[in-house]
């Protein structure tokens, strides 16, 4: 529970004047950029370094280009990701 007025303050502000995306921007996203990637994975059927198949990177560069942001699941093994969500909950 957060007590400091001021990041309260900035909460309510940030809630007021944040605008959502419409949800055909929201369907238009996840079918034209994140559902080819997944794809891929499924595809790829487990291999360790599915991204970094020509047609993976091909579309994560794209998706880089046009909307400044890729989701690559599965990027890590799981042994690596495990460690890292260990560490950063250190933080």
Same mark, same amino acid.
């Given at each position: 529970v957060e007590s400091n007025? #001021?990041?309260l /303050? !900035?909460?309510l502000h940030y809630l007021r004047?944040?605008?959502?995306p419409k949800?055909?921007?929201? /369907?238009? /996203? %996840? *079918? %034209? !950029? /994140? %559902?080819?990637?997944a794809k891929l994975r499924v595809k790829a059927r487990g291999a360790p370094q599915w991204w970094a198949s020509s047609k993976a990177?091909?579309?994560i560069l794209a998706a880089l280009q046009e *909307? #400044?942001?890729?989701?690559v699941d599965g990027f890590l093994? %799981?042994?690596?990701?495990t460690?890292?969500?260990d560490d950063a909950s250190t933080l």
């Open positions: 007025p #001021k990041v /303050l !900035w909460e004047t944040v605008v959502l949800p055909e921007a929201v /369907l238009h /996203l %996840e *079918q %034209e !950029w /994140l %559902e080819p990637v990177r091909e579309r *909307q #400044k942001f890729a989701v093994p %799981e042994e690596m990701f460690g890292l969500v």
